[in-house]
């Protein structure tokens, strides 16, 4: 299978830049993506080209990966497509527990006198989708205020109209070509059955007043947790996500689609990327919404 090389050359698969991307090719990139969450060091200073292989481990500061942990991800980053794992599903059988993991509890802090500007929830919603999305089921839950349901059901509708169900995750390329419509509709949809508190305009909104860019910044990225009740000292879980109006501004949706969070024998292997939020920003002001 060929196709067009897109990303970043510190994250793409050595197959991929040869324009012979597969299926492993994406975990590749995700197994990389992660290397440099644990370490923030760039990709490229992460591989020693003498020796040909990674190095990763040496750069770990007070992040210790267990010896099956690191095993997995080694395994995600293998140059041999037939060495790595084919599918998400592969990766989590290998963890053997579910995308879950227990922090203890914590009291969010509210910053102090926050002024933002929500959109305003309209009046009336035409459930439009380039993909032939029927978005019904959706408007159900949130009118029912079925929070949790229907985070679920958006990441079900997003992965559908990027044709990447078998996956289960966005990719940032994803983002970037989501259909205006769609983003609309689902944008629309959250805004108005919480009345202005949760959709993707309101996270967005609140990202960039907090100066976020597509270009990774740390501070700006952990302060944009901290706003949305995402970051409790560290990144929340899915499990941990408030499902109810009393949420940080901005709390959902979207979890569900852009992270892939799991952890073994204590030990988080965290496939949270912040290029789907960076991206959906980007998104929403060409969509114009």
Known sequence: MTGTIIGSAEYIAPEQGNG????????????????????GISPFDLFDGGEHQWVWRQWLVNNPVSN??????????????????????????????????????????????????????????????????DYRNLEDLLKQQQWKEADEETATVMV????????????VEDIDNFPCEDLRTIDQLWVKYSGGRFGFSVQAKIYRELGGTRQYNKRVWDAFGDRVGWRVNEWISYKDVTFDLKA???????????WFVVERDGQRICFAIYQPTSSLASRLVKCNI
């Open 20 to 39: 012979k991307a597969v299926n492993a090719s994406d975990l590749y990139s995700l197994g990389v993506t992660c290397l440099y969450l644990l370490t």
């Open 68 to 133: 099956d942990s690191g095993n997995i991800l080694d395994k995600l980053i293998e140059f041999g497509t037939k060495k790595r794992y084919q599918s998400a599903s592969e990766v989590l059988q290998a963890l053997q527990i579910k995308t879950s993991v227990s922090i203890p509890q914590t009291t969010i802090q509210k910053p102090v006198n926050p002024v933002i500007s929500v959109p305003q929830t309209p009046p009336s919603i035409q459930l439009k989708s380039a993909k032939g999305i």
């Open 160 to 171: 559908q109209v990027a044709n990447r169900t078998e996956e289960g995750w966005l990719r």
């Open 248 to 258: 940080p501004l901005g709390h959902l949706p979207g979890f569900r689609a852009f």
